[in-house]
């Protein structure tokens, strides 16, 4: 079993930067995929970004390409997404999420098999 702790959210202009983490307790393994999900009010859940805990390989979608960067700290199992020129339309609850096997789609929410409590990001304009 792993729990995993988000922290770092909270309210920043338009053009800020925010660093989240997410703290894992419990055994972590090289096959393990960690992502960064997102939802806004009256939305479906978005992926953001993820990697791979074993060869550190990284994955963005589009919206977040080149301001986002996901990175880990096997020593600290901790994950981090460092976000920069953040926009009003990146306000959400971010959530951060581990995929055991990460055979799939590191992009697919539905395989994912932990989930952390989420943290709050708003972006005034």
């Known amino acids: 079993q792993l729990q995993l702790v988000e922290s770092g959210g909270g309210l920043v202009q338009a053009g800020g930067s925010l660093r989240l983490s997410c703290e894992v307790s419990g055994r972590t393994f090289s096959t393990y995929c960690m992502g960064w999900f997102r939802q806004a009010p009256g939305k479906g859940r978005e992926f953001v970004a993820a990697v791979r805990w074993g060869s550190g390989s990284r994955y963005y979608a589009d919206s977040v390409q080149g301001r986002f960067t996901i990175s880990r700290d096997n020593a600290k199992n901790t994950v981090y997404l460092q976000m920069n020129s953040l926009k009003p339309e990146d306000t959400a609850v971010y959530h951060c999420?581990?995929?055991?096997?990460?055979?799939?789609?590191?992009?697919?929410?539905?395989?994912?098999?932990?989930w952390g409590q989420g943290t709050q990001v708003t972006v005034s304009s």
């Open positions: 999420a581990a995929d055991r096997s990460c055979i799939d789609s590191v992009y697919d929410s539905r395989h994912y098999d932990y």
